[in-house]
């Protein structure tokens, strides 16, 4: 069992700066997120688009927004539940929390903070009959371990940086693979098209352009797809494969968050927010894009400062009989978990004679 | 002074909606569904208007409407997505402009 201060839902940019506003009150966080990297929607749908309205940075890539933040928040030690999706809670008699993922990891907190946007990231999964029944027997829709793939036979679909990558870095790693997108160009970084097509010259991929997988088959497992290329019945043919892998992005979805017994109102968590963004359920929170309340804006922005305001009220929750005043960093300096200390330099008192 | 135009918004549900539309706050067709709220939150727009999500995926029933051409990477989000038909485009690279008075689409399904 995870122990923690505040279970953070969600590690996008609201959840990433929660972990620092909590480390000033000497609170300390985990963060639970379905995706396999910190970041959110910034890291997964568009890294390298820039944002121009976070205050005091005139532009700053999405991406860099959350390694800045990771480097902000790296003194406070946060753990880390990645890839696993936050399924249930329970509420104890002494009002604390457990939250298991559907992986079954337990985290143990007083406070849970859900800043969760638009819900847990899940595979667009592409229109295929049989789909269902032959994920996990030959049908993946995310890579985690990569060498699960050697010497096999690997057919994947898309045309997004995520399909170019993987099918480069199989490349070296299955017994074939084959890549199958629905148009000749693709919508990746230029060197991964480069390098595919390089790859492709050298007979270690397998391209197949304009084409689509219309059916798959295969007795227990997947054994064959059914390519059709250039939208022609009359030029479908059967690849025997090993392994399928669509990779058409993610959608989120609010998920099982939305059965916590919670307020929701279009999509989103109802909360407080004259006072300290706290829920209908005492000591469950909802900070960023997925809360809702009169006037909301779903900005970066406005997360930071729910955040912020959170931390405090999660402090008096914890600590009901400590009375905390609030310290500016630069005048209490920033004091890690690691043992790091940031301050400002004291002013040199010196006399002029 | 701009003009405000009518619009013609089939919902998922296959539910016409007769919709009166601004042409001077740069609003484009994926705004102006969630300004109407004709899906529901967070089922369209996801990406924010990048052309990085197909949420705002619709059908364009009014072909003799002249719409502005399509960038290669609304092209390349729609070659992506699913539900697609010759008549597919992306709502959030529709800015709404006088000349589509009675423009009509129909909601693509959610994905």
């Known amino acids: ?353 | 002074m701009n003009p405000d135009i009518n619009i013609i918004i089939t919902d998922r549900e296959g539910q016409k909606h007769e919709v009166v539309a601004p042409t001077d706050m740069n609003m484009n067709i994926m705004e102006l569904v969630r300004s109407y709220e004709l899906a529901p939150e967070g089922t369209i727009g996801v990406c924010g208007g990048m052309a990085m999500c197909a949420s705002c995926q619709c059908y364009i029933l009014t072909p003799q409407i002249e719409l502005p051409e399509m960038q290669d990477d609304e092209e390349a989000m729609l070659s992506e997505a699913f539900y697609t038909k010759e008549n597919s485009r992306l709502g959030c690279q529709i800015q709404l402009t006088p000349e589509m008075e009675g423009l009509a689409i129909e909601l693509a399904p959610e994905s």
């Not at chain 1, 030690?77 to 457990?98: H, M, N, Q, S, Y």
């Not at chain 1, 690997?154 to 693979?177: N, P, T, Y």
């Not at chain 1, 009901?320 to 609030?326: A, F, G, L, S, W």
Request: charged share 25%.
């Open chain 1, 1 to 353: 069992m995870i122990k923690t201060d505040i279970l953070i839902i969600g590690a996008g940019p609201t959840g990433l700066f929660t972990v620092f506003e909590a480390g000033l009150l000497k609170l300390k966080c985990h963060l639970i997120d379905a995706l396999p990297q910190p970041g959110g929607q910034c890291a997964e749908i568009y890294p390298k688009k820039p944002i121009y309205d976070i205050p005091a940075f005139p532009e700053v890539l999405a991406g860099d927004l959350v390694d800045n933040l990771m480097e902000q928040i790296k003194p406070f030690e946060p753990g880390f539940t990645l890839g696993e999706r936050a399924d249930t809670i329970e509420k104890l008699d002494d009002g604390t929390f457990v939250v298991t993922t559907n992986k079954g990891t337990k985290h143990h907190a007083p406070v849970v903070a859900i800043a969760g946007g638009l819900g847990s990231f899940e595979p667009r999964k592409p229109l295929i009959e049989n789909l269902g029944h032959y994920e996990d027997k030959g049908v993946r829709y995310m890579i985690k371990d990569p060498e699960f793939y050697r010497d096999k036979k690997v057919v994947i679909a898309g045309g997004g940086d995520s399909a170019l990558d993987w099918s480069i870095f199989l490349a070296d790693v299955a017994e074939e693979v084959t890549l199958v997108h629905r148009r000749n160009e693709f919508r990746g970084a230029l060197d991964s098209v480069d390098k595919v097509k390089e790859l492709k010259d050298l007979g270690k991929i397998n391209l197949i352009t304009p084409a689509e997988i219309v059916q798959l088959e295969g007795k227990n497992f997947l054994e064959a797809v059914l390519i059709r290329k250039s939208n022609e019945a009359k030029e479908e043919f059967w690849l025997p494969v090993d392994e399928f892998i669509p990779l058409f992005g993610l959608s989120p979805k609010l998920g099982p968050i939305a059965d916590w017994g919670l307020e929701i109102e279009k999509n989103a968590i109802k909360v407080d927010n004259s006072l300290d963004y706290q829920t209908n359920i005492p000591g469950i929170y909802a900070i960023g894009d997925v809360n809702t309340y009169p006037g909301k804006l779903k900005l970066i922005l406005c997360g930071f400062h729910e955040a912020t305001l959170m931390c405090q009220s999660a402090y008096q929750r914890i600590f009901p009989d400590k009375k905390y005043v609030m310290k500016y960093t630069t005048v209490g300096g920033v004091t890690g978990f690691d043992g790091s200390k940031k301050e400002a330099p004291k002013a040199v008192v010196k006399a002029i004679n």
